[in-house]
């Protein structure tokens, strides 16, 4: 199977990747958020600006993602692995969009629209 496809299954399938982002001290930090992706393959989710990984974007944009099956029996694993920027994300149209992906794929009624705009505590 193609590598593209393979991978663009795996996407579809896992709701969870890993961030992995560096602090100013230069600490690595690595932590699992539920995800959404639109046509593109952008990936987004929505944190706590006060999270440790929020902190560490702001800090710097280069991070990495993995999306693998942590269920998988050893040696039949499959992942796909990204290097990405990641930008909060400030126009109220796209949060707007966003926030539908993100709830089209994993319904959290505790994220509601004013929850992750302007200064609120979360952010896409």
């Known amino acids: ?17 890993t961030i992995a982002s560096l602090s100013k001290d ?11 992706y639109d046509k593109y393959y952008n990936f987004y989710w929505g944190s706590h600006v006060g999270s440790q990984h929020s902190q560490n974007i702001a800090h710097s944009p280069n991070i990495f993602l993995v999306i693998y099956d942590s269920t998988a029996t050893p040696g039949s694993g499959e992942g796909v692995y990204v290097r990405a920027t990641a930008a909060e994300i400030a126009d109220s149209e796209e949060i707007k969009t966003v926030h539908q992906l993100l709830w089209n ?5 505790y994220w509601k629209i004013e929850q992750v705009q302007g ?4 952010k896409n």
């Open 26 to 36: 230069g600490e690595v930090w690595n932590a699992p958020v539920y995800t959404a």
């Open 105 to 109: 794929r994993h319904v959290v009624p």
């Open 119 to 122: 200064d609120a505590p979360s």
């Open 1 to 17: 199977m193609p590598t593209t496809k393979r991978a663009k299954e795996i996407i579809q399938k896992i709701p969870y990747i």
